[in-house]
Every structure is written in structure tokens, then in C-alpha cells.
């Protein structure tokens, strides 16, 4: 499948606005499409090496009284390098390196973490220059958002662009029946449409209760002319 790019530098995938995205067989079996901001979070150096996962385990685990899903953020931190926060996430598509993710595998243990703050999506940059489709045999959860990856130089682009503060949105596909479409192409039969951070005001007034609630909106004249675009998929 594509992963429209909606705002951001010209030279994400390979100068056109659709990325070639890798599937993951445990995604929602049906989910809407999606606009909203791209934020990028990093994990602790104690995250990203094998030889140091009991730290990262640690520094994750909850102390007495406290929130698990906030103890979870501990691992991980911001563009900036700085701890990050939930409210961040709400209403985002993540983004996060593999090369940085040693001892978050399953990549599930972040798709948790990420819905558990109100996240819309995960976009993760694979460490091979190729895509992949994404495979957990068992969840001792239920996912409700969407991951999909993208080849080594398409995130390394992505990363490159967050982490200089420039502002990037994307489109993610809709999914019917556990499968992304694939032409990333939107018409108007597509149903409708999931808005995130830096498009909460599509959704339907009161745009803040919509937003609350998940509710979509259909696209604009000018946002289908965009996601439809003449890009061609990077690889």
C-alpha cells in the first residue's frame, strides 16, 4: 500500500508525495483513512541495544501508585531529546525508527503504547531499504490503531525532517477486511475520513467533542486533489 504524504518537504519519498508502506497482519480489521501531523519519538539510549533491555524494562516499569501506561513513557522521548507526554501523542502519527527499537519487539509493545495515549497511527523506518508485511502470532491486547513501515531511506527522510522541525502530515489508507487499499487513491466512495492534529477543524462541529469522540470527516475538494496527486511510489 502508499502512505500519502499531505505536508512537508519536497524530498520525502524520493520527491513524490506517495510512499510505497509495508502492512502489519495485526492491524484493526477495518479502520478510516487518516490526516493528521507526523510526530517523531525517539527511545532512550538504554532502549536501543540488546545488551541494555533489562534497563529499558525498568525504566518503564511503574512505581507504587503510578500509571503504567505513564510509567511506559519513560522509554520514550521526544524530537527534542526531552521526555515526552501523553497529550503529545493525541490525535498524531507516530513515528519511530527500528534501528532505535531493540528492545521494544514485538513492535506491538509501542503500537500499545502509542493507542494507549490517543495516537491515530505508527509509521515505523525499517532498517532494510525494503518494506515488510508485519507479523505477531499471538496480542494479549486488542489493537485498535494502524502500523505501517516504510523503506530505510524513506524514514531516514522522514526522521531528517522532524528532527530539523519541519512540520509533516500524512494519509494513511483506509483498511477494510485486515487490508490497506492499495492504490492509495481516494474517491468519493471512500467513505470517510479520520482528521488528527493540524486538521482537528475538519472534523464536525464542535470540532473539539468531534475530535474527542474519533469522529471523521469527508475530504475537501483540495485535500482529495492532494492525496490523489501525481506522485509515484518510493522504494
Do not use: H
Request: charged share 20%; hydrophobic share 45%; aromatic share 6%.
Amino acid at each position: 500500500t502508499v502512505v500519502t504524504v499531505m505536508e512537508g518537504p519536497g524530498t520525502l519519498c524520493d520527491g513524490g508525495n506517495k510512499c510505497l508502506a509495508g502492512q502489519a497482519r495485526w492491524n484493526p480489521v477495518s479502520y478510516p483513512a487518516v490526516v493528521a501531523r507526523v510526530t517523531a519519538v525517539q527511545t532512550i539510549a538504554v532502549c536501543r541495544s540488546t545488551a541494555t533491555c533489562l534497563e529499558c524494562d525498568r525504566a518503564g516499569e511503574a512505581e507504587d501508585g503510578e500509571d503504567p501506561r505513564e510509567a511506559a513513557l519513560d522509554r520514550y522521548l521526544g524530537v527534542d531529546g526531552k521526555p515526552i507526554k501523553g497529550a503529545a501523542l493525541k490525535g498524531a502519527i507516530l513515528f519511530m525508527a527500528e534501528e532505535q527499537m531493540a528492545c521494544l519487539r514485538p513492535f506491538t509493545n509501542a503500537v500499545r503504547d502509542a493507542q494507549d495515549f490517543g495516537a491515530l497511527g505508527v509509521l515505523l523506518g525499517n532498517i532494510k531499504n525494503s518494506t515488510a508485511t508485519l507479523v505477531q502470532s499471538a496480542l494479549p491486547f486488542e489493537v485498535t490503531v494502524p502500523t505501517f513501515n516504510l523503506p530505510a531511506s524513506t524514514g531516514a527522510g522522514f526522521a531528517q525532517a522532524l528532527l530539523q522541525g519541519q512540520t509533516v502530515s500524512v494519509r494513511l489508507p483506509r483498511i477494510e477486511n485486515g487490508i490497506a487499499l492499495t492504490d492509495g487513491l481516494f474517491s468519493v466512495d471512500d467513505g470517510t475520513l479520520l482528521y488528527g492534529i493540524g486538521y482537528e477543524q475538519m472534523n464536525p462541529a464542535p470540532a473539539a467533542a468531534a475530535f474527542d469522540e474519533g469522529a471523521a470527516g469527508k475530504l475537501t475538494e483540495e485535500e482529495e486533489a492532494m492525496a490523489v496527486g501525481v506522485g509515484v511510489a518510493a522504494g
